[in-house]
């Protein structure tokens, strides 16, 4: 029975770990199953709903649509790392990047990175990012509760130092998203 033991421990240890991820690709999965466009996206589309239609986009092959959602899901992801206490759970945005590249698969990615860097090159970086900078100001800062990053920490695990930074400013920290992240003008 002991030798059960030390199997069933590291099992059940990789079951918990695997949880958050799960839950956040469910939370991804149920609100965005279709590809959305900038116009879609509100500050209640979290991005985990962000990056699964990303995939989706991609396989439509509405690269544009899917590299808005990209950085618009990166926008959403620094702000939440400014309110979520866990630093653990900081990283659930690079777990949401990597299940989108999964299901999009390997051919796909390739586009998706080759759509991605020709936005990027110093000719059309400023010009798009302007345009994301214009986007996130009137959409304004999330709303939705960051369940997706919540559920990654380890604090979901221990019970303590998790949930939501206390006398959180949401102003202030979008704020600074627009201004560090995003590096948006005035």
Known sequence: MKGNTRIAAPLGLLLLALAPF?????????PAAACLSRSQISASTSPAALMNALSRCVQDGRMQDAIDLYNIAG???HFDRQRVADETGHSAYNALKAMAG????EE????????LKA???????PAY???ICTFSKRVGPPSYTPTYMLAHGMSNFTGTGGGLVPGFD????????LSQYLKCPG
Request: glycine share 10%; aromatic share 8%.
């Open 22 to 30: 799960a839950q956040a690709q469910q939370e991804g999965n149920a």
């Open 75 to 77: 926008v959403f992801a």
């Open 102 to 105: 999964s299901a999009m698969g």
């Open 108 to 115: 796909n990615l390739g586009r998706f990175d080759s759509a």
């Open 119 to 125: 936005q990027l090159t110093p000719d059309k970086a």
């Open 129 to 131: 990012v302007a345009g």
């Open 170 to 177: 949401p102003a202030s920290a979008w704020q600074a998203t």
